[in-house]
């Protein structure tokens, strides 16, 4: 009967290291189960950050298609702006300088100093003079 008796006493130390090793087994994969839970949140959260990431940068891409155009446009108009003013001095250098003299006149000025400061002929100064000078009021 001892015989019996170790051979149970075996066999139940094989049964109860059977169940811890069962129950480890379980406590791995449960552990295993939520780590490839978390992975998987991890995974979808990367996913949703490189999607926002991706349109952020395509926004970026447009935003800067179009400020590229505008300033194009911009640096056109600034052309066009530029030759019309060039225009403009070269025809001030090439014209008496009438816009000048009617403002020296309103502030006073006569017939003698249109001719000497600005070179226009006596009739001209005389002319000016008399469409933009001080009217009197008598």
Same mark, same amino acid.
């Given at each position: 009967?001892?015989?019996?008796?170790?051979?149970?006493?075996?066999?139940?130390?094989?049964?109860? +290291?059977?169940?811890? =090793?069962l129950?480890?087994?379980i406590?791995?994969? *449960?552990?295993?189960?939520? &780590? $490839?839970?978390?992975? @998987?949140?991890?995974?979808?959260?990367?996913?949703?950050q490189?999607?926002?990431?991706?349109?952020?940068?395509?926004? +970026?891409?447009?935003? =800067?298609?179009?400020?590229?155009?505008?300033?194009? *446009?911009?640096?056109?108009? &600034? $052309?066009?702006?530029a @030759?019309?003013?060039?225009?403009?001095?070269?025809?001030?250098?090439?014209?008496?300088?009438?816009?000048?003299?009617?403002?020296l006149?309103?502030?006073?000025?006569?017939v003698?100093?249109?001719?000497?400061?600005?070179?226009?002929?006596?009739?001209?100064?005389?002319?000016?003079?008399?469409?933009?000078?001080?009217?009197?009021?008598?």
């Amino acid at each position: 009967m001892p015989e019996f008796d170790v051979a149970l006493i075996l066999a139940g130390a094989a049964l109860l +290291l059977g169940l811890i =090793a069962l129950f480890a087994v379980i406590a791995l994969n *449960r552990r295993l189960r939520a &780590e $490839k839970n978390r992975s @998987e949140a991890l995974e979808q959260n990367l996913e949703r950050q490189l999607e926002l990431v991706r349109q952020s940068i395509s926004g +970026l891409t447009a935003g =800067a298609v179009g400020m590229d155009k505008r300033m194009q *446009r911009l640096e056109a108009r &600034e $052309k066009v702006l530029a @030759e019309r003013q060039e225009t403009y001095e070269i025809q001030q250098v090439d014209d008496p300088p009438y816009g000048h003299a009617i403002r020296l006149v309103q502030q006073g000025a006569g017939v003698g100093r249109l001719v000497d400061e600005l070179g226009l002929s006596e009739s001209e100064a005389q002319l000016i003079t008399r469409l933009h000078g001080q009217r009197d009021s008598a």
